[in-house]
């Protein structure tokens, strides 16, 4: 049975409408969230300390807003709340059998719709499955079909179970309807045991035939997109493109308001359609710092719609007040949490730093690239900097420590790859991330100053967990040459020749190993049907939980270095890297 619902919103006030003689305005306000990532109570497990922001401060300025607008506001979230901070992982995964707490938070702060994220299909089957039975608001997702009705025509009993196309909500009268979308990238960044029995349809073309059949059979008032997909740019392929908000809104005439996501940025624009109606887009960026609100104010005359005003806002909740009374509410889960993240693993003889990882060999990211090795028995390990600027300290390593030396629930996948193949690979990742040196005082890598809000950027050009380094093999990164001749490969790090036409085993994780980032197609040539065949093997659980298992046998891990690759000319690339690492980081 679908859970397609018709909200009906009694009102309580007489603040609104306003009538005069036979003319009547409803004024009303839809708040949205957006790739929470768990970030729900106002203490980061990771670190062990408090931070800003989170569901808990944001719900005190939404009760505000409820008690302003009574039953004229809408709160809905674009999804990705199933990944992030520890207490979902632990959630998903250490405590399956009870109520997921991204569900139990949705249900608590009375949600009236969410879209399904990426990050909320890359749990698998057993944790989004139960989760979606656990949401009680309408789970969207009009572009996630069964299998049997790709490309199909819109109806809803061809979406997934569980989720609907879009939500119907009824405010004194004004008829809403919130069409949900997420970005169809997951085949492409996920194997496909996490999403078998879905197909992800493009966005544009899904949207078009939605919103003919809402305005067909629901004859909305107001029409909202709810989309997990970003502006513009992100990849884009003969096959999918990412991030496709700008083109939903340019293309398919209809929507009033698009509340998007999934990019990490702070977006509140209009965009013309091509029927030269204006589009409000608007997105909060992550991890609940801001809310995107939108107020709209309908005048009906003789009972018809004449006139329409809406703005949208950004709003920084970040120094509003706790609400005390959902912090209680959930502080029984917040221990339990606590206490998860201090259970001792290991212990580290030195400090590790991610952001030594974009300048050359560093511990943290050979630590997880000798940990892979180790784990597969691979000859070579592809990797990348997840984390643009976490420290694990020297001493005790807890499981907090894991979430930051591996960010996200990967699998780890060993892949067959020819030795040309590799080569291929490591000059594509290159391309992202070094630049190419004219002269002694030009950048070492790719820098953006432009790009700093954006949080998977952080000041680089690309995102940066497509800056894959390699272990195994010895080579030089040559950041005078261009583009395509980089890379210079010396030999296998055994001391074995490194072959063109050999094949070799290679690690990487699950979001490479299915294509993520376009390092195996179009970096090294492999076709994307082409991967599942490669796999020689992957894991049942996530990354980090191997990493986590081996760390613990070992007892005490000293990680430093390999040294086996560095950027050259060294007089040109020591110092300009020295210049970089101070834009980036200042002088830590």
């Known amino acids: 049975m679908k859970k397609l619902v018709i909200i009906a919103l009694a009102m309580l006030s007489t603040a609104y409408p306003v009538k005069a003689g036979n003319t009547k305005t409803v004024k009303l306000k839809v708040i949205e969230t957006s790739d929470v990532h768990g970030h729900f109570f106002p203490w980061d497990f990771m670190e062990g ?11 005190t300025y939404i009760k505000k807003q409820r008690a302003h607008y009574k039953d004229h506001l809408l709160l ?89 196309p879009y939500s119907v909500h009824q405010i004194d009268g004004v008829k809403i309807v919130v069409l949900g979308m997420l970005t169809p990238a997951i085949p492409h960044w996920l194997n496909h045991s996490i999403w078998k029995g879905m197909e992800f349809e493009d966005m544009v073309k899904c949207a078009r035939k939605w919103v003919k059949y809402i305005q067909d059979v629901e004859k909305p008032d107001l029409l909202f997109g709810l989309f997990h997909s970003g502006l513009n740019g992100g990849i884009k392929t003969a096959d999918y493109e990412e991030d496709a908000t700008e083109a939903v809104a340019q293309e398919v005439p209809g929507f009033d308001i698009i509340f998007f996501g999934h990019d990490h940025q702070v977006h509140n624009q209009w965009i013309t359609n091509k029927d030269g109606g204006q589009v409000l887009c608007i997105d909060p960026s992550c991890y609940v710092k801001n809310v995107a609100e939108a107020e709209i104010a309908l005048t009906y005359k003789d009972g018809q719609l004449t006139k329409k005003n809406i703005s949208g806002k950004i709003i920084d909740v970040t120094n509003e007040k706790i609400d005390k009374q959902m912090l209680a509410h959930f502080q029984p889960k917040i221990d339990e949490v606590k206490a998860y993240c201090s259970r001792k693993i290991g212990r580290f003889e030195h400090p590790v730093y991610s952001r030594d990882g974009f300048f050359g060999n560093s511990a943290f990211t050979d630590l997880i690239h000798n940990l892979q090795l180790q784990i597969s028995g691979a000859d070579i390990s592809f990797n990348a900097p997840l984390a643009f600027d976490n420290t694990i300290e020297a001493g005790e390593v807890t499981q907090a420590d894991m979430f930051k030396l591996y960010r996200f629930e990967n699998l780890m996948f060993v892949l067959r790859m020819t030795g040309e193949e590799i080569y291929k690979y490591l000059e594509f990742s290159y391309s992202k991330w070094a630049n190419t040196m004219k002269s002694a005082n030009d950048h070492a890598l790719l820098l953006n100053d432009n790009s700093k809000g954006d949080q998977q950027r952080s000041g680089f050009l690309h995102y940066t967990f497509n800056f894959d380094s390699a272990a195994g093999v010895d080579y030089e990164v040559d950041l005078t040459r261009p583009v395509g001749y980089k890379v210079r490969i010396l030999k296998m790090s055994n001391g074995e020749p490194f072959d063109m036409k050999k094949w070799y085993k290679v690690v990487m994780n699950s979001y490479r190993a299915n294509g993520g980032g376009e390092l195996l197609t179009l970096g090294a ?33 000293d990680p430093m270095p390999n040294h086996n690759w560095r950027f050259v000319p060294e007089s040109w690339a020591v110092p300009a890297l020295a210049r970089d690492r101070k834009q980036l980081f200042g002088n830590r």
């Open 525 to 557: 040539g492999i076709p994307q049907d082409s991967l599942e065949s490669r796999v020689i093997f992957h894991t049942e659980m996530d990354q980090r939980h191997y990493l986590t298992e081996e760390i613990h046998r070992l007892g005490s891990v």
């Open 49 to 59: 300390r408090p931070i800003k922001g989170t569901l808990v401060r944001a719900n």
């Open 76 to 164: 809905i979230d674009n999804g990705d709340i199933l990944q992030g901070q520890p207490c979902v992982y632990w959630s998903n995964y250490v405590m399956p059998e009870d109520e997921n707490l991204a569900a139990q938070v949705i249900n608590y702060m009375e949600y009236d719709a969410e879209t399904v994220g990426n990050h909320d299909i890359e749990p698998g089957h057993k944790v989004y499955d139960k989760w979606i039975r656990e949401v009680r608001c309408p789970l969207l997702g009009a572009n996630i079909v069964k299998e049997e009705f790709k490309n199909a025509e819109a109806h809803p009993e061809h979406i997934y179970d569980g989720l609907q």
